[in-house]
């Protein structure tokens, strides 16, 4: 599935760092930076990550052969049940990365929304409030960072809840 990027006059272009530290081992990144020029940058991973879970890719970005490369590809947008279980499943596999010791790279279109509701639920996953999660990926990545409102919705709701609630159809539909 192809994904589309919504841009409003309120958001910003892509963050100032191809990728940032969240928490220890775990990195949340995207397909595209500003220099501290101001230029438009591709991001290319290469072999600094042992796990690179992309959300939204595009050739020639990496990672490099022999890294491992889960893609779970989903929009920045409203998600179905499918696509939240493998949101959750994503997250999952981070977090056990993570605690193996693994350098993981979790990354979209930006680095803002997808990547951050994977790595907040990996965050949650461990243990971490969900406020706090919250609050690490946006103070670690960028203060745009989960501005996907219904991402936020997600987080608090609990992934579970939301994946049941989306895969309720109405009688008449």
Avoid at 23 to 33: D, N, R, T
Avoid at 121 to 136: F, H, K, S
Wanted: net charge negative; with cysteine; proline share 8%.
């Amino acid at each position: 599935m192809k994904t589309r990027r919504k841009d409003g006059p309120d958001l910003p272009g892509p963050p100032e760092a191809p990728w940032n530290e969240v928490a220890p081992g775990l990195w949340m990144g995207g397909h595209y930076w500003h220099d501290p020029a101001g230029e438009l940058r591709f991001v290319c991973v290469g072999a600094e990550f042992d796990l690179v879970v992309s959300l939204y890719t595009a050739p020639g970005h990496g990672p490099a052969p022999g890294v491992e490369h889960l893609v779970a590809e989903v929009p920045d947008g409203p998600l179905d049940a499918e696509q939240l279980a493998a949101v959750q499943a994503a997250a999952e596999y981070t977090a056990t990365a993570v605690a193996a010791g693994r350098r993981v790279l979790v990354r979209c279109h930006s680095g803002y929304n997808r990547s951050g509701l994977v790595v907040a639920q990996a965050l949650i996953g461990v243990g971490t409030d969900t406020a706090e999660a919250i609050r690490r990926v946006r103070a670690r990545r960028s203060p745009w960072a989960l501005n996907n409102e219904l991402f936020v919705a997600y987080l608090e709701t609990g992934l579970d809840t939301a994946r049941l609630l989306s895969s309720l159809t109405a009688p008449w539909g």
